[in-house]
């Protein structure tokens, strides 16, 4: 898989867009900001685009959808939980699970509620990536103080899903610069925390 980041607006929130080779298919991943990079970058690379795939329903990673769309007649796919919230037209409902298609390599949706209760990160295990929206960075986890945010779905989502992931995986969050989950693990100190609490309440 190639990967293209884009950083956009005060927040700096990163959007991608993943290929598997000029010509081919593409995704864009929570375009917050900047419509033109993206169209300006697919159109360069001869790119199909096949639809925006969102990690959650917050401003500063969808405010560039709209304007998307409309060039490409793509659909845009959000986890059912958010789609309220986001407040526009959604074309594919996500459920933890469903598999989407890159050219032949899968990109599989898994839930990771907390900091909304619809956030999704994008994994693929051929290439050994995830796209974690806000629900993990490199050294800190997504705010879960938002109204539809959860501190109990969020350690869930980490204890049980995300702590499960290898530690060959590079993360590419939602904010700030990506690495290994076996930096993970050595750096972010909320991840370790509820990973820690985790192991002794059960032992």
């Given at each position: 898989?190639?990967?293209?980041?884009?950083i956009?607006?005060v927040?700096?929130?990163?959007?991608?867009?993943i290929?598997?080779?000029e010509g081919g298919?593409?995704?864009?991943?929570?375009?917050?900001?900047?419509?033109?990079?993206?169209i300006?970058?697919?159109?360069?690379k001869?790119?199909?685009?096949?639809?925006?795939?969102?990690?959650?329903?917050?401003?500063?990673?969808?405010g560039?959808?709209?304007?998307?769309?409309?060039?490409?007649?793509?659909?845009?796919?959000?986890?059912?939980?958010d789609?309220?919230?986001?407040?526009?037209k959604?074309?594919?409902?996500?459920?933890?699970?469903?598999?989407?298609?890159?050219?032949?390599?899968?990109?599989?949706?898994v839930?990771?509620?907390?900091?909304?209760?619809?956030?999704?990160?994008?994994?693929?295990?051929?290439?050994?990536?995830?796209f974690?929206?806000d629900?993990?960075?490199?050294?800190?986890?997504?705010?879960?103080d938002?109204?539809d945010?959860?501190?109990?779905?969020?350690?869930?989502?980490?204890?049980?899903?995300?702590?499960?992931w290898?530690?060959?995986?590079?993360?590419?969050?939602?904010?700030?610069?990506g690495?290994?989950?076996?930096k993970?693990?050595?750096?972010?100190?909320?991840?370790?925390?509820?990973?820690?609490?985790?192991?002794?309440?059960?032992?």
């Amino acid at each position: 898989m190639k990967i293209k980041r884009f950083i956009g607006g005060v927040l700096e929130s990163n959007g991608y867009v993943i290929y598997r080779n000029e010509g081919g298919s593409c995704f864009i991943i929570d375009p917050g900001y900047k419509p033109k990079v993206f169209i300006d970058f697919i159109i360069e690379k001869g790119l199909t685009l096949k639809g925006i795939l969102l990690t959650h329903h917050h401003y500063d990673h969808v405010g560039a959808v709209e304007r998307i769309r409309e060039a490409f007649e793509c659909p845009v796919y959000m986890h059912r939980r958010d789609c309220d919230a986001y407040g526009k037209k959604v074309d594919v409902y996500m459920e933890d699970g469903d598999v989407i298609d890159l050219d032949g390599e899968e990109i599989r949706v898994v839930s990771t509620p907390g900091h909304t209760g619809g956030s999704v990160c994008f994994l693929s295990d051929k290439s050994k990536v995830a796209f974690t929206g806000d629900t993990l960075f490199n050294i800190d986890l997504g705010r879960t103080d938002f109204e539809d945010g959860s501190e109990e779905e969020m350690i869930d989502s980490i204890r049980n899903v995300v702590d499960k992931w290898g530690n060959d995986i590079t993360i590419y969050p939602g904010h700030s610069e990506g690495c290994t989950m076996k930096k993970v693990r050595e750096i972010n100190k909320e991840f370790i925390d509820i990973i820690r609490k985790g192991e002794r309440s059960e032992g």
